[in-house]
């Protein structure tokens, strides 16, 4: 089993609660630590104030979409993983998300299994750091 050497903060945001705590269910329990948030400003402001290593964000959301979110987010932090989760991933959403350097695009509903696999290539490729269990390191 791939695990995480330090407890890596995932930054959760989503318009929808109940899509937050399911994202939240699914990555707690592998030893991150979540944060949540209800809209892109919100998440703008997580960014800005605590230390986050990677955002999960939903692409459809009022007021500021997760793709103009991905923007600003990277106008902060350029490296910051920034995964985008939607229910539409159509071809248009997907080159607009990479347009933006998102890492990668989830469809909805979330396969559990994708998302830590997703999840761990982009910590390792932004940071580094990861190590395999079985390994003994």
């Known amino acids: 089993m791939i695990t995480a050497t330090k407890p890596y903060s995932i930054l959760i945001t ?18 991150y630590r979540t944060v949540l948030a209800s809209s892109g400003e919100e998440a ?38 920034c995964i985008l989760v939607t229910a539409d991933p159509n071809e248009n959403v997907i080159r607009q998300a990479f347009s933006v350097r998102a890492y990668s695009v989830i469809p909805k509903p979330v396969s559990k299994n994708i998302l830590l696999h997703t999840i761990l290539r982009a910590l390792l490729q932004a940071y580094g750091g990861l190590h395999s269990e079985e390994a003994g390191s």
């Open 14 to 31: 989503d318009d929808d609660t109940s899509s937050r705590e399911t994202l939240r269910e699914i990555v707690e329990p592998q030893g």
């Open 44 to 81: 703008i402001e997580i960014v800005r104030e605590a230390p986050v290593h990677l955002v999960l964000l939903d692409v459809h959301m009022p007021r500021m979409t997760g793709l103009e979110t991905v923007q600003i987010v990277h106008q902060i932090n350029e490296i910051l993983p």
